[in-house]
């Protein structure tokens, strides 16, 4: 078991006695896998998708079965460097127990022109790819599918931020995997993404190659009482307590979604010292420090904003929720300047993903700048 300061992880997965429940969607992933179903993961930002796969993966019986492999393509524009991270992902791991299996590797994946040498004191050789080497993005591309099809284990393929392939600068990326994946037998594949609208494009509308290719699965908050029970139990970890309503503010003032509330609890678990309680008294200072603490980045997405969306961005925020942006009386009580420039700067902010749109209307994506912006207003 790993130990670590503060028990309310905000960054990467670290292990299962950090993460709450999920059991339900854990179970379900397993039963999806093992009955051949590729599964496209979409929920809206923030709540979890990609510690749920993560937490899928680790689990014992998954990691006995097959070779795992997770890619994050949010930083990716290209195919090549698509193709990069995929070789990169299933050399770290498919390594077999047979001896000098990376000259297997080299020679399946012949089109990179690799030159793996073992280390002399490890042993183990270590790979880097350029983005030069990949000449023939579509034939590495079929040599790494060759490559995990003839794994001796089946393998889990995850690609988070999969929404991305439809920016690649080359136009087919959607059809061209899809035929390739399609032929897989050996291969499990699990798509997430936060840009929930292009998610639901590509797998639900019908002139897409991912339509119907797989099993939606959303993703909901985590359930109130749950996350309160796990939160009072990370405190008593470190020998400290945390009282009910502060974590049923926090669940409330966040809506349930998981990140705002990581970064509230972990806050306020910093806070508390050994053998004290966490009450109400210590919720407005943990606010203030978390919204400090994305300040700058606040200010630097500001600063390049044009006049136009930050009167909106600060109109709504106002608000909290806004159910019509065009209305001539949210217009006028704001002063903003009309419908139409309301219509074009919602477009803009909408898709940095900084508004977002909800059954309640339209919304900051971002609970902390929503503060932020008000207090500062
Ligand atoms: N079940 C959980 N228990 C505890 N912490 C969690 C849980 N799920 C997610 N987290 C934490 O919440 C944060 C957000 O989760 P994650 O990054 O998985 O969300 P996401 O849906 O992938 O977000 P995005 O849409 O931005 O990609 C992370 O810091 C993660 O560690
Ligand atoms: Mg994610």
């Given at each position: ?73 949010y930083s990716t524009s290209s195919l090549p460097e698509m193709v990069r991270s995929l070789a990169m992902e299933v050399y770290r791991n498919l390594q077999s127990n047979t001896e000098r299996w990376w ?201 390049v904003m044009p006049h136009k969306q930050k009167m909106l961005l600060e109109a709504i925020a106002r608000e909290g929720k806004v159910l019509q942006v065009t209305s001539g009386a949210f217009v006028r009580k704001h002063s903003l300047l009309s419908a139409s420039s309301v219509q074009s700067s919602l477009k803009g902010l909408l898709e940095k993903d900084i508004v977002t ?21």
């Amino acid at each position: 078991m790993v130990t670590i300061k503060n028990p309310f992880v905000v960054g990467s997965y670290i292990s299962p006695e950090y993460f709450c429940g999920r059991k339900h969607e854990t179970q379900l992933l397993v039963k999806h896998v093992e009955n051949g179903r590729n599964v496209a993961m979409i929920a809206p930002r923030r709540l979890g998708k990609t510690g749920l796969i993560w937490h899928f993966l680790q689990l014992p019986e998954i990691k006995s079965q097959y070779y795992t492999l997770f890619v994050d393509l949010y930083s990716t524009s290209s195919l090549p460097e698509m193709v990069r991270s995929l070789a990169m992902e299933v050399y770290r791991n498919l390594q077999s127990n047979t001896e000098r299996w990376w000259e297997r590797f080299a020679t399946v994946i012949s089109s990179l022109n690799m030159n793996i040498a073992a280390d002399p004191i490890t042993g183990t050789p270590s790979l880097s790819i350029g983005l030069g080497q990949i000449k023939s993005p579509e034939v590495t591309l079929d040599q790494i599918f060759k490559y995990l099809e003839t794994a001796d284990r089946p393998c889990i393929v995850a690609i988070d931020e999969f929404q991305q392939i439809a920016n690649y600068k080359e136009k087919n990326v959607e059809a061209m995997l899809r035929t390739r994946i399609q032929q897989c037998s050996n291969t499990h594949f699990i798509y997430s993404g936060s840009k929930r609208h292009m998610m639901v494009q590509m797998f639900n509308s019908p002139s897409r190659p991912f339509y119907q290719s797989c099993i939606n699965m959303s993703l909901d908050t985590l359930p109130v009482e749950e996350y309160i029970s796990f939160a009072q139990r990370m405190f008593e970890t470190q020998d400290k307590k945390v009282k009910r309503e502060v974590v049923e503010k926090v669940y409330s003032d966040f809506e349930g979604v998981t990140w705002y509330m990581q970064m509230m609890m972990n806050e306020l678990f910093a806070m508390t010292g050994r053998g004290e309680t966490c009450n109400m008294d210590y919720y407005q200072i943990a606010l203030e420090n978390v919204v400090f603490s994305q300040k700058q980045i606040y200010d630097e997405i500001f600063s390049v904003m044009p006049h136009k969306q930050k009167m909106l961005l600060e109109a709504i925020a106002r608000e909290g929720k806004v159910l019509q942006v065009t209305s001539g009386a949210f217009v006028r009580k704001h002063s903003l300047l009309s419908a139409s420039s309301v219509q074009s700067s919602l477009k803009g902010l909408l898709e940095k993903d900084i508004v977002t749109q909800t059954d309640g209307g339209y919304q900051l994506y971002d609970y902390f700048m929503a503060y932020y912006l008000n207090k500062r207003c």
